[in-house]
């Protein structure tokens, strides 16, 4: 089972900061979160910088980039400023 760690306004959205789920993909992932947490949840999620063992998933396949059961997948806020 892979694990996912939440952090910023998602984790305060999940009211946790990881867990343990089996999935295929991101997009897996993101289906999960929705179901568990609701519409809201799946948009911030969506909203984040993904990356699966450090690694952008936007450098990979993007939502359909594989998580096996090893990978740590984390949601980061994006910041901005300058």
């Not at 809201?40 to 993007?62: D, E, H, P, R, Y």
């Amino acid at each position: 089972m892979a694990q996912i760690f939440y952090y910023g306004e998602l984790r305060d959205l999940v009211q946790k900061s990881d867990e343990f789920i089996d999935v295929k993909t991101i997009q897996d992932v993101l289906q999960h979160i929705e179901k568990a947490y609701g519409k809201q949840a799946k948009k911030q999620a969506k909203s984040s910088l993904i990356t699966i063992n450090t690694f952008n998933i936007l450098k990979m396949k993007g939502y359909q980039t594989s998580v096996t059961p090893d990978d740590k997948v984390c949601f980061f806020p994006v910041c901005g400023g300058g």
